[in-house]
């Protein structure tokens, strides 16, 4: 069993640029949930996808968008980068309905 | 709104030295309490969901325990690999199925 892999590992990038991270979920999981974790702080939710759509969102901007594929893997797009948006960016993965929410090793990217 | 707050934010052990990490939460409706450890620069690591006060669970050192306010994750006899942050989130039975994460407590279990 394939656990929840994210790409890239670490990227930087300057003020005012874009971003996609990827990730692919877990076999047999169909929902991915994105999570933002600034240094010292717990996750905060950024939004969720279910069969492509998205399915919940949290207190982030429009420049947050994602999309999931067919296969449910994700992707999070960050348009207009501010240095505050400088964290640990994780994916999760579960089953709609499930409870229990299985994380890939994040993505810390760093704004200059 | 719901909240999770965890205590203390920082802890310090003797190996051997048991002790329990509290999380308090406020929510309209309590779908689970889920734990997670977290080694730094990497993704939280599942470790137990609680749904119903009154409810324990425990896997090798830790036990989690579940009452209508709190959790309490309870480590007996730690070892210093248990060192890492310990987060405690909960979900509610209404909308997307989103995590409510604490900040966290940051365990140091000294040799």
């Known amino acids: 069993e394939t656990g929840v892999t994210q790409s890239p590992t670490h990227l930087i990038k300057t003020r005012g640029q874009q971003v996609t991270l990827r990730c692919s979920s877990q076999s047999g999981h169909n929902t991915v949930s994105w999570y933002q974790q600034a240094l010292g702080q717990g996750p905060q939710f950024i939004f969720q996808?279910?069969?492509?759509?998205?399915?919940g969102r949290g207190n982030f901007p429009p420049r947050f968008s994602g999309l999931q594929f067919p296969n449910y893997s994700s992707e999070l797009n960050v348009n207009a980068l501010e240095l505050d948006d400088s964290a640990l960016y994780l994916c999760a993965s579960s089953t709609q309905g499930g409870g229990e929410q299985f994380f890939g090793p994040g993505t810390r990217l760093t704004v200059l | 709104e719901d909240q999770v707050t965890q205590s203390p934010e920082a802890l310090r052990l003797q190996e051997g030295e048991s002790s329990s990490l509290n999380c308090s939460y406020t929510v309209s409706g309590l779908r689970g309490l889920f734990w997670y450890r977290q080694d730094p620069g990497k993704g939280p690591e599942f470790l137990f969901t609680l749904y119903s006060a009154g409810e324990e669970k425990e896997k090798e050192r830790l036990k989690a325990t579940l009452t209508k306010k709190e959790s309490f994750l309870h480590i007996t006899a730690p070892k210093p690999e248990d060192s890492a942050t310990y987060l405690c989130?909960?979900?509610?039975?209404?909308?997307?199925?989103?995590?409510?994460f604490g900040q966290g407590t940051r365990l140091t279990i000294n040799p």
């Open positions: 996808y279910y069969r492509e759509e998205e399915n």
């Open positions: 989130a909960v979900q509610t039975p209404w909308g997307a199925q989103k995590l409510v």
